[in-house]
């Protein structure tokens, strides 16, 4: 590495990191800081720190955004989602990486190519397909789509994790006695929890944060995902400010707590699949 | 085991996955195209067209605009996502604190939601409370202030800062792993050789890593492709379609002027395009990984 920045250079090439990391954070420095304040303070000092530091904005938020609701909402729509495609891509995995059978590429075939498929694409013939058999404005209008666009990952993922496990573990659990249920529950799930890890980081995320599917499937108020309620909130109180940004600083709360903490395996996870050596 | 139940336990065990994927990612794919062949408010009857939505889009200006602002945030992505991960996956190669800090930084507006992001983005880029244009008169640059997001001339550029923000990060992780995937004898041998510095970069990692930057060009078009929330919470498409995407199209198209048989030929036209990019884009790197 010093032979690549070269021993003579490295205060412009940290002054360009220094300047790009300002330019990554500031934007979240602002949202906080300006949560706090009040509008006039907004107005008047855009850059600085507030006078003094509001409070009061973040639980009129949570009243006012009704953030109850649109928490468990989300809640519900991503755990959902979350175990329908754990439990559901675990299992058709374990059959494309564990069996032999006729078609067994093709399958493989037509679930990778979900991974190309435009998600807006389906929009207007989902929207058409959930009113026809009355979804529309129910929790299943999310957890049924999130589950179908998380396939093709999941299974990508655990099944290339599943492929690497040597023949012997079939034998050896027929000779106990075990099923062929007990050996996918028992085994090959335990076994997989760090790539059932990635799998679970990229639905969730990818069901807590989507807005598309969210905003044309719902419109009832009591059914809103969190980015749907901040949308919405944002356009109702366009010039409260600080109530708007409070709003917002807590619906990000929860994903920027997490991720802090999981880090490594976050970024691990979302990225699994694109390094191929 | 013997052979019956392990055929049904390969049925039963493929069933779900078949039938939620199956009714929910593909035949809308291949209703949205039967869709489009029909002129229909969403309610009410459905009415036969044939081609005409197909030929309609052919000479429809707004689609054609769609598509060039697609493109432009392909370019965008591509030329400057890839380039940028590229740059800051070489220097942030180490482990200290700062270049770990660095990276998490950079990664963390993956984990948000696309809406706050586009939120921010549009606080600073504001005409009158916009943090942009107060820097610019701070910095005595007055009369470069500008209606950044209402401008028809500008708009479709002033998104591409919060797209590059938004997604650099993944591809500076991706980057980051590939390039610690290389074994360190490749690179002593080639500090042997002589090859250090830029040329090491250019003569041994980046071609040792080439797959993986053909995996991030393909992410990056499928992206950009889907790039819909962002320009949604921005810009709705607007001023006058001047920032309208293919999917924002379509979603007006559909859900604002209610015409679902044109909003759904409009899907089809997605669809086949995203395959079409995705394909050029194999072919091109490909064939410039084997002029290596």
Request: glycine residues 6%; hydrophobic residues 55%.
């Amino acid at each position: 590495m010093s032979g690549l920045l070269g021993r003579s250079k490295p205060i412009i090439f940290w002054t360009i990191l220094m300047v790009y990391g300002i330019f990554t954070l500031y934007p979240f420095f602002w949202l906080i800081v300006s949560a706090f304040k009040t509008n006039e303070d907004f107005y008047s000092h855009p850059f600085g720190l507030p006078a003094q530091w509001n409070m009061a904005n973040f639980s009129r938020a949570w009243e006012t955004a009704k953030l109850d609701t649109a928490f468990a909402n989300s809640l519900i729509v991503s755990i959902g989602s979350l175990v329908l495609t754990l439990f559901i891509g675990a299992l058709a995995s374990f059959i494309l990486s564990r069996f032999q059978f006729r078609l067994k590429a093709a399958v493989f075939a037509f679930f990778v190519v979900g991974m190309l498929i435009p998600i807006h694409s389906t929009l207007v013939p989902l929207f058409i397909l959930m009113k026809q058999i009355s979804l529309l404005n129910t929790y299943w209008a999310l957890i049924l789509p999130y589950t179908a666009f998380a396939l093709p990952t999941a299974i990508f993922v655990l099944s290339a994790y599943l492929m690497s496990f040597p023949r012997e573990i079939e034998e050896a659990s027929f000779i106990d006695g075990t099923g062929l249920w007990g050996l996918f529950f028992r085994i090959i799930l335990p076994m997989s929890l760090p790539a059932l890890s990635t799998v679970t980081i990229l639905s969730f995320l990818h069901a807590w944060n989507d807005f598309s599917f969210a905003l044309v499937f719902i419109s009832k108020t009591s059914l809103k995902t969190l980015p749907l309620s901040i949308a919405n909130f944002s356009d109702g109180y366009q010039t409260d400010y600080g109530l708007t940004l409070a709003a917002m600083v807590l619906s990000v709360l929860p994903t920027i707590i997490l991720y802090l903490v999981f880090q490594e395996q976050v970024m691990k996870g979302m990225t699994a699949g694109a390094v191929k050596g | 085991m013997n052979a019956m139940s392990s055929r049904k336990f390969i049925m039963f065990g493929l069933a779900p996955a078949l039938l939620i994927y199956g009714l929910f990612v593909f035949v809308p794919v291949v209703w949205s195209a039967y869709y489009g062949f029909f002129n229909w408010s969403g309610f009410g009857d459905k009415q036969y067209i044939g081609l005409a939505n197909y030929t309609e889009i052919i000479h429809d200006s707004t689609f054609w605009r769609s598509l060039k602002n697609n493109i432009i945030f392909v370019l965008a992505a591509v030329f400057g996502q890839v380039p940028i991960a590229l740059a800051l996956a070489v220097i942030l190669h180490k482990n200290t604190w700062m270049q770990r800090f660095l990276r998490s930084a950079i990664f963390l507006p993956m984990v948000m939601s696309t809406v706050v992001i586009g939120m921010v983005w549009q606080y600073i880029y504001h005409p009158q409370i916009g943090i942009l244009n107060f820097l610019l008169d701070a910095v005595g640059l007055s009369a470069w202030k500008l209606n950044w997001l209402s401008d028809s001339g500008i708009a479709i550029y002033s998104l591409i800062p919060p797209l590059i923000w938004s997604f650099v990060g993944l591809y500076l992780i991706i980057f980051s792993s590939a390039l610690q995937n290389i074994p360190g004898e490749i690179h002593d041998a080639a500090e042997l050789d002589g090859a250090i510095g830029w040329r090491r970069l250019a003569y041994i990692s980046l071609p040792m890593i080439w797959t993986t930057v053909q995996v991030a060009i393909v992410l990056c078009i499928s992206g950009s492709l889907k790039s819909f929330d962002l320009v949604y919470i921005m810009t709705r498409g607007g001023p006058a379609h001047a920032t309208e995407l293919l999917a924002t199209y379509m979603y007006n198209s559909t859900f604002t002027s209610y015409r679902y048989g044109y909003g759904s030929a409009i899907s089809t036209m997605i669809v086949l395009i995203s395959l079409v990019l995705i394909g050029t884009s194999q072919w091109l790197t490909s064939r410039k990984s084997r002029s290596q």
